[in-house]
Every structure is written in structure tokens, then in C-alpha cells.
């Protein structure tokens, strides 16, 4: 079985973006982002209600990240280091090489490029780093500019997911699942 090693930490660089480790500094970002009901909109977590609970976040994040359970950057804007957004690798299957990309951006920053940047460079890393054969997306059905990215990054269309393959939370959603291979 493949086993992943996130230490040092792999942070990126993009035209304008630093991909980082997130720091307890970063608690108010994130409280920012966790407490958004845009950014809510599409997903099935509760709203972060206080600070507290984003420090708790932050604190899990780096649990499972020194557990190899996943790679979770911050993205940091180069010129002033605030955090703006995340993205990630998690759920792997180290048998099939898979993992599962998720990602957020504060509305301030969409529509600018800056996930693209980042997904860019996170595809880069999971399939020239980690080897990964195969990352996957799973998203609200309703999410059209998330849906229009992954195309942009050579994500297919895989299938609707079944009531059964979600998590509880998830149970009201419509969800669609996309694959990009490293093949391309």
C-alpha cells in the first residue's frame, strides 16, 4: 500500500497565490470563509457560528495532515499573505492511487482566476508528486461555476451519486461526481 508523506509541508506557488500550510494565525480567514452562506450555499457543513469553532477546524486540519489524511493549503495572496480561500486532497484510496479535490474561495475573490491557479497547481502536484492515477470531485448539482472549472481542467463527468454514497449530511443534496485522470 502507497503511503503519502506531507513533511515537509508541500507548499506551492502561483502567479499570485502562496498554497501554505494553514497556522492558528489564520483563525479569523477562516472564520470568514466557514461562516459565509455564499460559500455555504453548496455545501452540507453547518455555518461556523464563532471563532471557537474555526480554531477547532484549523486544529483538525493539522491533525490529519500529520496523520497523512490529507493536504490541506490555505490560499494565501502573495502580496499581503491573507487567506482567501482553500483547497484540498483527501479521501484517498492509496490501492487506486484516487484522491478527492475539494476547494473554497471567499465571493470577494471569485471570478479573478485564483482557483484556477490553485487547482493548476494541486493537479500538478497530486499527479506528479503524489502519483495519483486519478482525483476526484464531488459537488452540488447546482454549482455551475465549480462545474465550469473542473471542465476548464479536463474533469469528466462521472455519474450522479447515488443516496447511498453520501455522507448523512449530504442527504438533501443532488450531487454530481467528476474524474480527471493523469493520463491526459
Given at each position: 500500500m502507497?503511503?503519502f508523506n506531507?513533511?515537509?509541508?508541500?507548499?506551492?506557488?502561483t502567479?499570485r497565490?502562496?498554497?501554505?500550510?494553514?497556522?492558528?494565525?489564520?483563525?479569523?480567514?477562516?472564520?470568514?470563509?466557514?461562516?459565509?452562506?455564499?460559500?455555504?450555499?453548496?455545501l452540507?457543513r453547518?455555518?461556523?457560528?464563532?471563532?471557537?469553532q474555526?480554531?477547532y477546524?484549523?486544529?483538525?486540519i493539522?491533525?490529519g495532515?500529520?496523520?497523512?489524511?490529507?493536504?490541506?493549503?490555505?490560499?494565501?495572496?502573495?502580496?499581503?499573505?491573507?487567506?482567501?480561500g482553500?483547497?484540498?486532497?483527501?479521501?484517498?484510496?492509496r490501492?487506486e492511487?484516487?484522491a478527492?479535490?475539494?476547494?473554497?474561495?471567499?465571493?470577494?475573490?471569485?471570478?479573478?482566476?485564483?482557483?484556477?491557479?490553485?487547482?493548476?497547481?494541486?493537479?500538478?502536484?497530486?499527479f506528479?508528486d503524489?502519483?495519483?492515477?486519478?482525483i476526484?470531485a464531488?459537488?452540488?448539482i447546482?454549482?455551475t461555476?465549480?462545474?465550469?472549472?473542473?471542465?476548464r481542467?479536463?474533469?469528466?463527468?462521472?455519474k450522479?451519486?447515488?443516496?447511498?454514497?453520501?455522507?448523512?449530511s449530504?442527504?438533501e443534496?443532488?450531487m454530481?461526481?467528476?474524474?480527471?485522470s493523469?493520463?491526459?
Amino acid at each position: 500500500m502507497q503511503t503519502f508523506n506531507f513533511s515537509p509541508f508541500p507548499t506551492r506557488t502561483t502567479a499570485r497565490l502562496q498554497l501554505r500550510r494553514l497556522t492558528t494565525e489564520d483563525d479569523r480567514c477562516i472564520f470568514t470563509l466557514r461562516s459565509n452562506e455564499q460559500i455555504q450555499e453548496f455545501l452540507s457543513r453547518p455555518l461556523d457560528e464563532d471563532i471557537s469553532q474555526s480554531q477547532y477546524f484549523l486544529k483538525n486540519i493539522d491533525r490529519g495532515i500529520g496523520n497523512q489524511e490529507w493536504i490541506y493549503w490555505g490560499l494565501a495572496l502573495q502580496t499581503t499573505n491573507k487567506i482567501i480561500g482553500t483547497i484540498c486532497l483527501w479521501n484517498f484510496s492509496r490501492e487506486e492511487k484516487c484522491a478527492e479535490i475539494g476547494y473554497e474561495l471567499h465571493p470577494d475573490y471569485q471570478g479573478q482566476g485564483y482557483m484556477q491557479e490553485a487547482i493548476e497547481a494541486v493537479l500538478e502536484y497530486g499527479f506528479t508528486d503524489m502519483q495519483l492515477k486519478n482525483i476526484e470531485a464531488y459537488l452540488h448539482i447546482h454549482n455551475t461555476k465549480s462545474i465550469r472549472l473542473l471542465i476548464r481542467n479536463k474533469f469528466e463527468f462521472l455519474k450522479k451519486v447515488a443516496p447511498e454514497e453520501k455522507f448523512e449530511s449530504e442527504s438533501e443534496f443532488e450531487m454530481l461526481a467528476y474524474t480527471r485522470s493523469a493520463r491526459l
